[in-house]
């Protein structure tokens, strides 16, 4: 995805090399798989797998450790299948035949693993689960280390050695590698594809035919087919930028931000309901969502630069110009997540998880309770974040997005608007007036129950509606 004054090029190419039948990954090295394991075999590995590794294991077998014992790596594929002095530690797809599995379930001669507890038999479950499917995941390719750089849970977190990473290095331009078919490249982009395909002895399809291509391109860039008659008029039209012209239309299109923003949506766990309380008969219906949708469609279709296009999503409020109310609207990209029962730490990890996520390429909600294992993330990272989420606040009344004007009896209605804020208002204020007093005069009895409990520091639910009027307020408490 592309917002900046440059995206007719970008789109252009990727239409034309769509021609050609190539399946392009275009950040860091290029490479193609069929078979890159899916979605469910990469969380089982990084939440079942992995941290049994680091924990149990890293500490005696992995290159980190201080001293490798038994000649046995475990922190890559290419380790395990060697193995060590004992022969392979893993069989891929049999658990029964794999020394590790033999090791922690302290079968036969073996030295069992770990020596000094054996595993829980969840953990153990999770080896023989991952055996039993052939040792796949993210970075379980032969050769490939499985991060260890952390360290084994003793030894604790290696901040430093995390930040060497590639993927936390600064981007470099790279010249594009020379090519025998030097005719075919037609952007500095295509030098790589093409030097990895001439590598690996594949020449590039020919052009698709006219049809083919047009109807790529409807579907690329509005997600709709074209019409039989706009199929013919392409194939009839043999000008030299016929093609561009099309792909102009297309861009011009409402359909085109309809098409490439649901991405985005996604990305933003866009929803117009969310995390139901049926206790209390709501489904928390979100009725103004739709103002983001509509937010993130326009954005695209008026091609708006993606730095700007982040900034009001994360400081509209601030940013906005007073002239354009529409883009306040952006806020929903940190509004629109779930309440918790109104627990505002949740709801701050929440948008924090949505923040990284979407915008680094990083789960930071790990280092909510510890520095993170695996990426160069610290717990003061993360409340450092924390820190400028918790210095914000929801509005309890939205703004306005759409001058008065321009809406029909929206006058009327804010007139008969007025009247209720005022009667909302002296209600909130009536009521915390009567808490005060009550608090105040109740000092005693908070003081008492203060000394006599032991409050409990995980409890952070802000959630009153089960008190009874004479019940202690837990706030207060604590």
Known sequence: MLLSAQKRWPLERFVL???????????????VSASEPDRASSDFFETKVRPVLV????????????????????????????????????????????????????????????????????????????????????????GTALPAAIGAKSRGVDLATARKHWAYQPIKRHDSPPVKNRSWPRMPIDGFVLARMEASGLTPSPPADRRTLLRRTYYDLIGLPPTAEEIDAFERDRSDDAFARVVDRLLAS????????????????????????????????????????????????????????ILEQLAADVIAPKNEPWRLAAMGFLTLGRTFDNNIHDQIDERIDTVSRGLLGLTVACARCHDHKYDAISAADYYSLYGVFASSETPMELPLIERLEKLPGCAEFEKKAAAKRAELRQFLDSQYAALSETASQRVGDYLTRAALSEPDPLETAIFFMSLAPEDLRPQIVA
Not at 271 to 277: E, L, N
Request: hydrophobic share 35%; net charge positive.
């Open 17 to 31: 090399m769509r021609l050609s039948g190539l399946s392009l990954v275009l950040f860091g090295v290029l490479t």
């Open 55 to 142: 924990e149990h294991c890293y500490a005696c077998h992995s290159s980190q450790a201080r001293k490798l014992k038994g000649g046995l790596l475990l922190d890559t594929i290419e380790g395990m299948r060697k193995g060590g002095q004992s022969g392979p530690a893993v069989v891929p797809g049999k658990p029964e035949e794999s020394l590790l599995v033999q090791a922690v379930h302290y079968d036969g001669e073996l030295t069992r693993m770990p020596p000094k507890e054996k595993l829980p038999a969840p953990a153990i479950a999770a080896l023989e689960e991952w055996i039993k499917v052939g040792t796949t995941g993210p970075s379980a390719r032969p």
């Open 254 to 309: 409402p359909r085109y931000g309809e098409r490439w923003g649901r991405h985005w949506l996604d990305v933003a766990r866009y929803a117009d309901t969310k995390d139901g309380v049926l206790m209390f008969g709501d489904d928390r219906v979100r009725p103004y969502a739709y103002t983001y949708r509509d937010y993130v469609i326009r954005a695209f279709n008026e091609d708006i630069p993606f730095d700007r296009f």
